[in-house]
C-alpha cells in the first residue's frame, strides 16, 4: 500500500485534533511513568491511581502524538489543560482484561498492576484512561490531573541503572524504536548465558519480514536484571522460584501460559535506560510464553521452539496481532461474533473493508477454502475460517502464519502490512 493510502486510512479511522503539533511543543525530553491498579470481576472494572515517576529521556514516538495506532483494548488520552487540546493518545491491551473472560472472574474480584509511558508534559495535562469491554464500549474510566511540577513525582532512573549493553544500535531514540530484552530466572552467575540468549532473539525477530527489510529503524539492548534462583516458577509441579520479576507459568491455569503480575518491577529494573517495548528471556526448557499489546512479552528461552515462539510473542506485543489459531467449536468470549475484533489479522466480516479486503486478489471467494497441499505454508490471501481461537465464524488472512503454528516460516502478507505500518508510524 502506498503512504499517501496509510496515511488517509489513519486520518479516517483516528481522527487527529492536532496535525501540525510538534513535540516540544508540548513536552520535555522526559518520560512521565504512570502506574494503575486494574481491579474488579467480569461484571465490574475499576481503576486506580498508584504512582508517578519521572525517568531521564523520552525514547517513544515522536511523530502521530495525538492518534492511535490501533484501537486495542484500551487507551490513554493526555489533553493540555489550558487549551483542552488532545496531545497524546496510546492503546494497550492488559492481563487483567483477559482474566475477566475467565470463569475465576465470576466468583472473585482481583487487581492487576498496569504501567505505561507517555512523554513529560510542560504544562499540567489531564489524564483519561479507560478499558473496553469485547464489545469495544468503554467498561471503566479514570480522568486525573498530573501537574509536572508536583513534588511527590517519584524521581527514578538518574542512579542505579541496571547494567545493559547495546545489541543493536541504529540510530538515536528520537529516530528509532528502542527495545529491551530483560533476564527472568538468571544468577549474576548465568549473565553470559542471558547475553547469548537474547541474541538468538534479536537474530531470531531480524530474520523476519519486515523487521528484517527495517532494521535500521530499530535499537535492541539487552539489560541484566538478576535473580536470586535460576530459572522460573512453575506452580503445577509445585516449583517456586525468587526470580527478577516473579513470572511463572499456568497463567489462568492454562500449562504453557507463562506471565507476570509483577508489572512494576518489570518497569524498576528498567528506570533510566531508554525503552519502549519490552521482551522478558526465562531461564527455562518448559514450552510457553506470552505477549501482550504494549506491555511486554515474556518466553521461555531453552526450548527448542524459542526462536519462533519469541517472534510470535512480539507478534502479538508490538503489533497488537492476534492468534490465528483455534481449537474450539463455540465463540471466545473475547471475540463476539457481532463485533469486528480491533486486532488487524483477524476478522468476523463484520467490517472487512477496514481490515485486508484490499488484498484478497479478485475473484477470491469469501469465506475462503483452504489449499488441501500440507506442504504449503500460505497461499493466496483470503479470509479462511478458525481464528482467534474459534473454529467458526472468525477468519484469518492465509492458511499458515507465524502468528497460527511454530513451523510457518514467515509471517503472512497482511500480518507483514501491519507490523510495517506499526513501525512506520512510530518513526515517520
Known sequence: MNKILAILLLTIC???????????????????RIDYVFTGDAKKQNISLDELVSLPGWAGRRHNLDRLALEGNGDITLTDKASGKVIYRTSFSSLFQEWTSEEEAKHIIRGFENTFLVPYPKQPVIVTIQLKDVYH??????THEVNPADILIHQKGNTHVSTYKYLLQSGPSSECIDLVIMAEGYTSEEMPLFYKDAQIACDALFDHEPFKSLKSKFNV?????????????????????????????DTFYSDRYLTTRSVKQIHNWLAGIPYEHIIILANTDTYGGGGIYNSYLLTTAHHPMFKPVVVHEFGHSFGGLADEYAYEDAPSPMYPYSTEPWEPNITT??????KWKDMVPEGTPIPTKP??????????????????????????????????????????????????????????
Open 137 to 142: 464500549n468503554p467498561s471503566a474510566t479514570l
Open 371 to 428: 489449499e488441501t497441499d500440507p506442504k504449503i505454508f500460505y497461499t493466496k490471501v483470503g479470509a479462511y475460517e478458525g481464528a482467534g481461537y474459534t473454529k467458526k465464524g472468525i477468519y484469518r488472512p492465509t492458511t499458515e502464519c507465524r502468528m497460527k503454528i511454530n513451523e510457518a516460516p514467515v509471517f503472512c502478507p497482511v500480518c507483514q502490512r501491519a507490523l510495517e505500518r506499526m513501525i512506520r508510524f512510530y518513526t515517520e
Open 14 to 32: 483516528y481522527p487527529c485534533t492536532g496535525f501540525g503539533q510538534e513535540f516540544n511543543d508540548y513536552f520535555e525530553d522526559k518520560t512521565l
Open 221 to 249: 539492548i539487552a539489560v541484566e536484571t538478576p535473580s536470586e534462583d535460576s530459572g522460573v516458577s512453575i506452580p503445577r509441579k509445585n516449583e517456586w522460584k525468587k526470580t527478577a520479576v516473579n513470572s511463572h507459568f
Open 349 to 354: 466480516l463484520v467490517d472487512f473493508e477496514s
